[in-house]
């Protein structure tokens, strides 16, 4: 379980306890007949949604740092490194683009000029790369 998904559980436990706390104060009022039964179908959906939404951003960063240690185990004194909607990095004073593709897991860089320099499917090096 990744900081993310913790962090969302958490939220989504704090949530659980205030709907819990407001049924119980209408059930007390005699406004309701029931409380828990509502706030258990709730805190179940919440937490579904809640954990939900931490994993997929858990798994994004995952992905994302994968991507940065595969550029940085591979070029030498990596600066500017950007996984944003740039995708850039500069190595040795020559600025690369790069693209992943999630499908098929691949990593390919790019020079300035947009020529492929080199190619990495799950992290690995290809050898028709430069």
Not at 105 to 127: A, D, P, W
Request: avoid cysteine; charge should be neutral.
């Amino acid at each position: 379980m990744g900081i993310y998904t913790a962090m969302s559980l958490a939220i989504g436990f704090i949530i659980i306890l205030f709907f819990g706390w407001m049924m119980y104060v209408h059930y007390t009022n005699d406004d309701l007949e029931h409380w828990v039964p509502p706030t258990l179908i709730v805190g179940v959906l919440v937490i579904m949604l809640f954990g939900s939404i931490g994993y997929g951003a858990d798994k994004s960063e995952k992905l994302h740092r994968e991507i940065k240690d595969t550029i940085v185990s591979n070029y030498n004194d990596v600066t500017n490194f950007h996984d944003d909607d740039r995708q850039s990095f500069e190595s040795g004073g020559i600025k690369y683009t790069f693209n992943y593709n999630k499908s098929q897991k691949t990593l390919t860089v790019f020079t300035n000029t947009s020529v492929v320099h080199v190619t990495f499917v799950n992290g690995v090096k290809q050898k028709n790369s430069k």
